[in-house]
Every structure is written in C-alpha cells, then in structure tokens.
C-alpha cells in the first residue's frame, strides 16, 4: 500500500517554532493541482530557496527521509524553471512512492487547513496553535483539528467467490470496489461492516476479521479493512442504485488470471490477497 515506505518513514510529530531551511521541500496548491516536478527519476518538490516569501508563509507539514516539508498556503500561480501544476490524483501513479505518499498526506493537511479558517462556534477567524497541530479560536477557546474521517473496506468472501462492485455516478469506474463507507456515531467498526454491506448489497455476514488500516489522504480518511463471510445460503444481490453501479461474486480463479495490484490502495491490496488464497478463511481452512 501507498503508506509501505520502509526502511523509510513520515514522521507526522508537529515542530514547535519550525523554520524551514533553503533545502526544504515547499508544497503548494492551486485548487487541487500541485506544484511539482515529473522527469525521468520521478516526482521532485520545489526547495525553500526557489521562493522569495517569508518564513512565516510557510507552515510545517512533516519530516521525510531527513528533509523537513512545509506547506505554502495560498494559491497564487508560481512560475518556476522545470516545474508545473499536477492533479493531485497522480499519486497513484507517481514514483518513488515515498514521494507520491508525502503528495497526498501533504494534500489531506492542506484540505483542513482551507476548511478550519473559521470558528464553527462564534464565528471568529481562527489562529494556528503553537504548540500542536491545531487551530485555535482566540474568542471561545474552541480546538480543531485535522479533521480523519474513519471508514471501513469489506471483502465479502462466499466460499471461492469475493463480492466485487462498481461505483455509481463515477465515470470510468470498473467493477473492481469492494463494499465500503464511514462509521456513523455510536457505531463500531464491526457494526459499519455489518451495516453497509446490507445498506449496499442487502446481505447478511458474519465471522468479521481485522485486516489492515490505511489512511488515505486523498479524503481525508482513515479506513479500516475487514474481511467476513456470507451469513446464510441466500447469495442474491439487491444492490442499492444510488451508491453501486454493479456488484457481482467473483470466482478466484478469475482473479487469479485478471486482477491486477496496483499496490496503492487497501482495496486493491484485500482482492490480491483473496486471490492468491490469503484470506484468513483459505488459511485456516489450510492449516
């Protein structure tokens, strides 16, 4: 997934009164596009010393293989030699993946930082705390901060067959999602499984097992994934219209022979693992 980095690591600790040097990695946004450089060795941020603001237009974002990044917060066009605006989404595709994870964690940041500009209390524009990553109100005290949606990725499993869907009202979308959606209030995760995949497929399921997280910056999320198992003999799919364009049960061997891993994304990663008869249900029935 896009957070393997190792022997790498983001280092997400807020720095007290941090000052970036001429060889900081700056991020900036023009809606969502980024400023950035693609050659033949991958995606390169622009430097500190490749713009004239002051420091105190730059706010500490993380720390990165020793180089510290910071975010440049408006989105005036800047014209710099070899550089230009990206879309955001090319943290798909993007190498070194470390770079493409730091885009897309540095976007998440961003998109809070646009949204927490005002007291959702009083109204009162808010200011940047110093001591944590947090904005404060300085009329009511009231804290933000950064905003982390929890959601849930469930892999339906029936046997040899995985419960695959397609996305309504995605243009371009393939039948290759798993069931997924957030965790309402006064809900577990166990229970978000059990609720979407009846809101989303009309099934019944049981015998639910953790796999992996994985924060997905893009939205802002923090996903959970899970796998579980067809409750009962009933396989029908009564597919809710307004979220899934398709939903189908997959065989493994089409998987095997089809499905590709983008080695991106949860998702991806739990069809993979469905396939080459990593399940937790494939490995007990095994032992």
Known sequence: MIQDIEPKHLYNEWKKNAVPKKSSA???????????????????????????????????????????YYLLFDENERALDGYSYRNIGLFR??????????AV??????????????????????????NER?????????????????????????????????YANRPGAQRTALVAGFTEFAESFEQTVQREVMEEVGLKVKDLRY?????????GNIMMGFWCRLDGDDDTIHLDN???????????KELQETFVNNGIALTAEMISEFAAGRDPYSLEKNK
Request: aromatic share 12%; proline share 5%.
């Open 242 to 252: 307004f979220e899934l364009a398709d939903g189908a049960w997959v065989s493994r």
């Open 105 to 130: 964690s540095a976007w998440h940041l961003c998109s809070w930082y646009r949204s927490a500009r005002y007291c959702g209390r009083c109204g009162e524009k808010l200011v940047h705390d110093v």
């Open 211 to 219: 796999y992996r997280c994985q924060p997905w910056g893009i939205s």
């Open 26 to 68: 700056v991020v900036q946004f023009r809606g969502q596009d980024l400023l950035c450089r693609i050659d033949d060795n991958g995606l390169k941020f622009p430097s500190r010393a490749q713009f004239t603001e002051p420091d105190e237009a730059f706010t500490y974002l993380f720390e990165l293989d020793g180089r510290e």
């Open 134 to 166: 947090m904005m404060r109100c300085p009329k009511c005290g009231n804290m933000i901060f950064p905003r982390i949606n929890p959601s849930v990725i469930v892999a339906v499993t029936h046997g040899d067959y995985l419960l695959l869907t397609k």
């Open 93 to 102: 595709t993007e190498k070194p993946q470390e770079l493409a994870y730091a």
